[in-house]
């Protein structure tokens, strides 16, 4: 199985910034890709970055130009540097890895418990 523990959410003023961090620890084949998601109170869990073993990312609209996905393949870790943040940036945000748990298997979805960011004056 895999863990993933995230860490860096706080209180932040609009235009601050935030280094979310994300490590992988557990037994596991490979990691396929990594990414951020965030869920608002009362809103759907969305996809906020993501980002494959290979370098290729992908990011929401509402984030593109503000924040930066990366990912240290030998620590098993993803980051999200977040800029320019907005008020609307408040929610939860989790950290996701695609895992292979083995040679053999498939892949699977593992998610972190979450972080709390607060964009507030």
């Known amino acids: 199985q895999v863990q993933l523990v995230e860490s860096g959410g706080d209180l932040v003023q609009p235009g601050g910034s935030l280094r979310l961090s994300c490590a992988a620890s557990?037994?596991?084949?490979?990691?396929?890709?990594m990414g951020w998601y965030r869920q608002a109170p009362g809103k759907q869990r969305e996809l906020v970055a993501t980002i494959t073993s290979d370098d290729l990312t992908n990011y929401a609209d509402s984030v593109k130009g503000r924040f930066t996905i990366s990912v240290d393949n030998a620590k098993n870790a993803v980051y999200l540097q977040m800029n320019s943040l907005k008020p609307e940036d408040t929610a939860v945000y989790y950290c996701?890895?695609?895992?292979?748990?083995?040679?053999?298997?498939?892949?699977?979805?593992?998610w972190g418990r979450g972080t709390q960011v607060t964009v507030s004056s």
């Open positions: 557990g037994s596991f084949f490979r990691i396929n890709a």
């Open positions: 996701n890895a695609v895992v292979r748990p083995t040679f053999l298997s498939g892949t699977v979805n593992a």
